[in-house]
C-alpha cells in the first residue's frame, strides 16, 4: 500500500533552516508529482510546495526565496530544504501525492520556530 513517512522536523529558531524529508514506497514514485502541504493550529491545510515527476517546482508566495523542494527518483524520497525559517512557518508538514484521484499523506511531522 502507498506509505509517505515525513521527518526532519524540530524546534529552530527564527532565521534557522531544517530539511525535511519523505520516504515513499508502495507505488511508481518517479510517476508521480509531490507536495509538501502544512498546517497550523486553527488554520486550514494549505499547499507549500511541489515538484512534478520531471522536477518542475513551484511554491506558495509566504515561502519563494526561502524554501526548496527536491526529489531523488533513485532513493523514493522528496526534500523540503527550509531556510531563514520564520515563526509562522510553525506548523505540522505532510507529504502528499495523488495518485488515480486520491490524496495519499504522511502522519506529518512537527516544525516550531521559536525564540
Known amino acids: 500500500q502507498v506509505q509517505l513517512v515525513e521527518s526532519g522536523g524540530g524546534l529552530v529558531q527564527p532565521g534557522g533552516s531544517l530539511k525535511l524529508s519523505c520516504a515513499a514506497s508502495?507505488?511508481?514514485?518517479?510517476?508521480?508529482?509531490m507536495s509538501w502541504y502544512r498546517q497550523a493550529p486553527g488554520k486550514q491545510r494549505e499547499l507549500v510546495a511541489s515538484?512534478?515527476?520531471?522536477?518542475?517546482?513551484d511554491y506558495a508566495d509566504s515561502v519563494k526565496g526561502r524554501f526548496t523542494i527536491s526529489r531523488d527518483n533513485a532513493k523514493n524520497m522528496v526534500y523540503l530544504q527550509m531556510n531563514s525559517l520564520k515563526p509562522e512557518d510553525t506548523a505540522v508538514y505532510y507529504c502528499?501525492?495523488?495518485?488515480?484521484?486520491?490524496?495519499?499523506w504522511g502522519q506529518g511531522t512537527q516544525v516550531a520556530v521559536s525564540s
Open positions: 515538484i512534478t515527476k520531471g522536477g518542475r517546482t
Open positions: 508502495g507505488f511508481t514514485f518517479s510517476s508521480y508529482a
Open positions: 502528499n501525492t495523488y495518485i488515480k484521484g486520491f490524496a495519499a
